[in-house]
């Protein structure tokens, strides 16, 4: 019952939040870096923080009681987020260019000691003016060098009306192990002025980058519409629905948790072994990678909420030499690294993996990236060749969650303007 609590809680805040951002750490004392994902929008040109439901909401734990002095700037950035775009920061922001994190509480009651630090953006002192990619760093001792967080986000002006469909029938295989992604976009106004070549259309699936399509032509150009359908590019694997553990509690175990206990100075939570799902599709309602903090017996989970080591297990009678494997996630930011690169122990002959995570319900995958010798995929849009076919497999049934986003640049302009963005989901 609380696997379902916790799966519905997470879809009515994907409506209502609405999009996307990503988030990565630098520094190990850093820990659960959430934003709520949301598409900021430039309202009569400025995005000032006014309105509760057009700001992010940005928030971090440090594991300890000290108090640190971190400062967060702001840098506008190019369509692929690559680097910084060419204006100046008095072009694209309005009042200050740093300001200081001055909101923060330390754990109370919790084993482990933690203070937990959070502030809203934009705001009355850093007012955004034009839309596109941006990335806030954060750091510490007003020293830009000693960079502990970072968050990548969008700044929308709706100007053009985005169409999308998710579809079973591909070029590679009908009903099989992939989706194709259609992308119509519409221009309200007859009178726009542009070339097909100015726009840059990119699709991602379940808030992932290392799967991103970019496109800098459509397949078709219609009388103020570009179409990019039947696009080979737009192929992504299905994958599987994602697993789900619930560490909710210290005192008994959660969903998918074998047991929870108390050693060596920490909470520990098992999770069951988990097994290899692939050749059948087994529908289980998931929250598309996403989680949420939450803790029983406590009022304020952000303060009160433990730190616990979860642990997983995925029995293997012998290790895949051809490429590693991880857990993937927004636990983990959707990102592959040490911190989620699982381990193969010939005694047991077993993967593992064990994180300090904070209470609360998690969806997780098993990604696998062969070596850079091994034999690309197939699907031109994942030269890294990274697939949950090892572990979960691939359907094409899966419910996945697209988000298209559009960029324009004119002739003669100087940045990537954001001029729609929509979320599909891949309703079958």
Same mark, same amino acid.
């Given at each position: 019952?609380?696997?379902?609590?916790?799966?519905?809680?997470?879809?009515?805040?994907?409506?209502?939040?609405?999009?996307?951002?990503?988030?990565?750490?630098?520094?190990?004392?850093?820990?659960?870096?959430?934003?709520?994902?949301?598409?900021?929008?430039?309202?009569?040109?400025?995005?000032?923080?006014?309105?509760?439901?057009?700001?992010?909401?940005?928030?971090?734990?440090?594991?300890?009681?000290?108090?640190?002095?971190?400062?967060?700037?702001?840098?506008?950035?190019?369509?692929?987020?690559?680097?910084?775009?060419?204006?100046?920061?008095?072009?694209?922001?309005?009042?200050?260019?740093?300001?200081?994190?001055?909101?923060?509480?330390?754990?109370?009651?919790?084993?482990?000691?933690?203070?937990?630090?959070?502030?809203?953006? $934009? *705001? @009355?002192?850093? =007012?955004?003016?034009?839309?596109? %990619?941006? #990335?806030?760093?954060?750091?510490?001792? /007003?020293? !830009?060098?000693?960079?502990?967080?970072?968050?990548?986000?969008?700044?929308?002006?709706?100007?053009?009306?985005?169409?999308?469909?998710?579809?079973?029938?591909?070029?590679?295989?009908?009903?099989?192990?992939?989706?194709?992604?259609?992308?119509?976009?519409?221009?309200?106004?007859?009178?726009?002025?542009?070339? $097909? *070549? @100015?726009?840059? =259309?990119?699709?991602?699936?379940? %808030?992932? #980058?290392?799967?991103?399509?970019?496109? /800098?032509? !459509?397949?078709?150009?219609?009388?103020?519409?570009?179409?990019?359908?039947?696009?080979?590019?737009?192929?992504?694997?299905?994958?599987?629905?994602?697993?789900?553990?619930?560490?909710?509690?210290?005192?008994?175990?959660?969903?998918?948790?074998?047991?929870?206990?108390?050693?060596?100075?920490?909470?520990?939570? $098992?999770?069951?072994?988990?097994?290899?799902?692939?050749?059948?599709?087994?529908?289980?309602?998931?929250?598309?990678?996403?989680?949420?903090?939450?803790?029983?017996?406590?009022?304020?989970?952000?303060?009160?909420?433990?730190?616990?080591?979860?642990?997983?297990?995925?029995?293997?009678?012998?290790?895949?030499?051809?490429?590693?494997?991880?857990?993937?996630?927004?636990?983990?930011?959707?990102?592959?690294?040490?911190?989620?690169?699982?381990?193969?122990?010939?005694?047991?002959?077993?993967?593992?993996?064990?994180?300090?995570?904070?209470?609360?319900?998690?969806?997780?995958?098993?990604?696998?990236?062969?070596?850079?010798?091994?034999?690309?995929?197939?699907?031109?849009?994942?030269?890294?060749?990274?697939?949950?076919?090892?572990?979960?497999?691939?359907?094409?049934?899966?419910?996945?969650?697209?988000?298209?986003?559009?960029?324009?640049?004119?002739?003669?302009?100087?940045?990537?303007?954001?001029?729609?963005?929509?979320?599909?989901?891949?309703?079958?």
């Amino acid at each position: 019952m609380r696997k379902i609590t916790f799966i519905f809680a997470l879809l009515a805040c994907s409506w209502t939040l609405f999009a996307q951002t990503h988030t990565r750490t630098f520094d190990g004392r850093i820990r659960t870096l959430r934003v709520a994902r949301a598409f900021l929008v430039l309202d009569n040109g400025v995005v000032d923080g006014s309105q509760p439901d057009n700001t992010l909401q940005i928030s971090f734990d440090e594991m300890s009681h000290d108090v640190h002095f971190y400062t967060y700037t702001v840098h506008h950035m190019t369509a692929d987020r690559s680097r910084e775009s060419n204006l100046l920061s008095n072009e694209y922001l309005s009042g200050f260019t740093t300001r200081d994190i001055t909101d923060y509480e330390h754990s109370v009651n919790t084993n482990r000691e933690y203070t937990h630090y959070r502030f809203e953006f $934009p *705001n @009355e002192e850093m =007012v955004l003016t034009k839309s596109g %990619n941006y #990335l806030l760093t954060v750091y510490e001792d /007003n020293d !830009p060098d000693k960079k502990v967080a970072e968050v990548d986000f969008c700044v929308v002006e709706p100007m053009v009306k985005i169409d999308a469909k998710v579809r079973s029938n591909t070029d590679i295989e009908f009903n099989g192990r992939y989706q194709q992604v259609d992308v119509d976009v519409s221009f309200h106004n007859s009178d726009f002025s542009y070339q $097909p *070549n @100015e726009f840059i =259309v990119m699709v991602t699936q379940n %808030n992932r #980058l290392d799967n991103a399509v970019t496109l /800098n032509q !459509p397949t078709f150009v219609e009388r103020n519409k570009l179409r990019y359908i039947n696009n080979k590019s737009l192929i992504f694997e299905g994958g599987n629905e994602y697993r789900h553990f619930d560490a909710f509690s210290t005192y008994f175990a959660g969903t998918g948790i074998d047991r929870v206990f108390f050693e060596g100075g920490d909470y520990h939570a $098992p999770l069951f072994a988990d097994e290899c799902t692939k050749g059948t599709y087994i529908f289980n309602p998931d929250a598309d990678g996403r989680y949420l903090v939450n803790a029983e017996r406590t009022e304020d989970s952000d303060i009160e909420a433990e730190y616990v080591w979860v642990h997983w297990t995925l029995p293997m009678a012998n290790p895949w030499f051809d490429g590693a494997l991880y857990i993937g996630g927004d636990l983990f930011g959707n990102e592959m690294g040490l911190v989620n690169r699982m381990q193969y122990d010939a005694e047991t002959q077993s993967y593992w993996l064990a994180a300090l995570v904070k209470q609360g319900g998690y969806d997780y995958q098993y990604w696998f990236v062969p070596k850079a010798t091994h034999q690309p995929s197939t699907v031109s849009n994942q030269p890294s060749g990274t697939t949950t076919q090892r572990v979960d497999g691939s359907y094409w049934q899966t419910e996945n969650e697209y988000t298209v986003y559009v960029y324009w640049r004119p002739f003669g302009a100087r940045y990537d303007r954001l001029v729609g963005a929509r979320i599909q989901k891949s309703t079958l």
